[in-house]
C-alpha cells in the first residue's frame, strides 16, 4: 500500500522541521493490521496522533474503524487530514464501551504514562470481544519493561517483537477477567481539596509540585474575595487543582477550565463535581483556549507543559502564552508557573505585557502578566 504519510500535518498542533505528523510506528501498525484481514468494524486505534492509523486504513479501503485520540489538537489534525485526502469511513469515541465494544483488533500508539496504559488496557479487556489482540507500538528508546508489566495485567499472553526501523510491537492477548470497577478515576484529599484522575491526566490524583507553587503565591484560602462578575480561566487546567481551587475561593467569579486532554477533561470534571462547584466552572476540551471569546478574561492561570509526546520543545508553552494574551482584556492578569530553568519571562513580556516575577524557587518560578 502506497498512503502518502508525508502530506500529513500535525496542524493545529506545534509544527517545525523536527516534528512530523507520524513515525515509524505508525507504519508497523497500519502492516500489521493490514496482514490480519479484520474487518475495519472490528478495529479500534487508540493515541492515533494526527490520523496516520486511520487514514493509512481507510485509504486502505477499511470501513467502519473507531478511534479514539486524547487531545483535541490530534483530532483537529485527523479531521483536516482526512478532509485534504478526501478520506472517511472512521468514527471518532472517548475511551469507552461504544470504542471498544466488539473489536477484535486494537492498535495502541503506547502512551507515555504506565497509569493511562493500565486504563487503556483494562478497557480493552472489559469491553472489546473475548478474542480482542491488542497491538501496542512505540519507538524503542521510550519502550520498557514495565510497560509488558501493565499490560499483563490485563492479558494473559504479552510478546514484544523484533525491532524495526528503531520501533517496536508488542502483541498482548487472551484478556484476564477484569474487576466489577475500572481501576481509575483514582481519587485523593489535599488540604481541603479533592482530585480526581483519570490515567492519561498529567500527575494523576497527585498535586503538581507546579501547581502547588502558584496555589501558594495566589493565597486561594477563601479569604480574599475577587470582583463581582470576574472571569477566570484554568488553561490547559490538567486535574482542575487550580480551577477548584480558585472556585472554592471565590464563589462569586465564573470559571473555565480547558484543556486539549480529553483525559484530564473528565479528570477537571469530576474534580469539580468532587468539590462541589461543578454548577460554577466549565470545563472544556479544547486547543490552547480557541473557543474562548477575544478579550473576555480577566484572569488566566497557567501551568504550561514543556514537552509534546516524548520530545522536550517549547513550543506548546508558546502557543498557550499566545493564548492567553488572546484571551486576556486590556489589563487583564496571566499568572504564570514554569520550571526556572525555561526563564520564561522575557517570551512572556513580549507576547503578553508588562512581567513580574513573584516567586522563585531552585525549581519554580511564578510571574504575573499584565496584558498590554
Not at 502506497?2 to 510506528?25: C, I, K, M
Not at 486502505?60 to 478511534?67: L, P, S
Not at 512505540?138 to 528503531?166: D, W, Y
Not at 484572569?299 to 507543559?305: A, F, S
Request: charged share 20%; aromatic share 4%.
Amino acid at each position: 500500500m502506497d498512503f502518502p504519510y508525508s502530506r500529513l500535518r500535525r496542524w493545529p498542533d506545534v509544527e517545525a522541521d523536527n516534528l512530523q505528523a507520524h513515525d515509524a510506528t505508525d507504519l508497523l501498525l497500519v502492516e500489521r493490521a493490514l496482514s490480519l484481514g479484520i474487518d475495519g468494524h472490528e478495529i479500534a486505534v487508540i493515541g492515533d496522533e494526527y490520523g496516520a492509523i486511520t487514514l493509512a486504513l481507510t485509504s486502505a479501503g477499511f470501513d467502519g474503524v473507531r478511534v479514539h485520540q486524547d487531545l483535541a489538537s490530534g483530532r483537529r489534525a485527523l479531521a483536516r487530514n482526512a478532509e485534504e485526502l478526501g478520506l472517511a469511513g472512521f468514527s471518532s469515541y472517548e475511551l469507552d464501551a461504544t470504542l471498544l465494544d466488539g473489536a477484535r483488533l486494537v492498535l495502541l500508539q503506547l502512551p507515555k504514562a504506565l497509569a493511562e496504559l493500565e486504563e487503556i488496557a483494562d478497557a480493552a479487556a472489559r469491553w472489546a470481544a473475548p478474542d480482542v489482540v491488542l497491538v501496542a507500538g512505540g519507538r524503542v528508546k521510550h519502550m520498557t519493561i514495565a510497560q509488558n508489566e501493565v499490560l499483563e495485567r490485563s492479558f494473559v499472553e504479552v510478546q514484544a517483537q523484533r525491532a524495526e526501523r528503531k520501533s517496536r510491537l508488542v502483541i498482548a492477548s487472551e484478556p484476564r477477567p477484569v474487576s466489577s470497577e475500572p481501576p481509575f478515576p483514582l481519587t485523593a484529599q489535599h488540604e481541603g481539596l479533592t482530585l480526581v484522575a483519570h490515567g492519561g491526566a498529567f500527575a494523576g490524583a497527585k498535586l503538581d509540585i507546579g501547581t502547588r507553587v502558584l496555589l501558594d503565591v495566589l493565597g486561594l484560602d477563601g479569604g480574599e474575595e475577587s470582583n463581582p462578575g470576574t472571569t477566570v480561566v484554568d488553561l490547559g487546567c490538567g486535574t482542575g487543582a487550580l480551577a477548584a481551587s480558585y472556585a472554592l475561593a471565590h464563589p462569586e467569579a465564573g470559571v473555565i477550565a480547558t484543556d486539549r486532554s480529553a483525559a484530564a477533561v473528565a479528570s477537571a470534571r469530576a474534580t469539580m463535581a468532587a468539590n462541589g462547584v461543578g454548577d460554577r466552572v466549565t470545563v472544556m476540551h479544547d486547543d490552547a483556549g480557541s473557543e474562548i471569546a477575544d478579550a473576555s478574561a480577566d484572569v488566566v492561570l497557567l501551568n504550561p507543559p514543556f514537552h509534546l509526546g516524548s520530545s522536550v520543545h517549547t513550543g506548546a508553552a508558546t502557543r498557550l502564552f499566545e493564548a492567553a494574551a488572546r484571551i486576556l482584556r486590556p489589563g487583564g492578569e496571566l499568572f504564570t508557573v514554569f520550571n526556572s530553568s525555561l526563564g520564561y519571562r522575557a517570551e512572556l513580556t513580549r507576547l503578553v505585557g508588562a512581567t513580574e516575577q513573584l516567586e522563585r524557587t531552585p525549581k519554580f518560578t511564578v510571574t504575573r502578566s499584565i496584558r498590554r
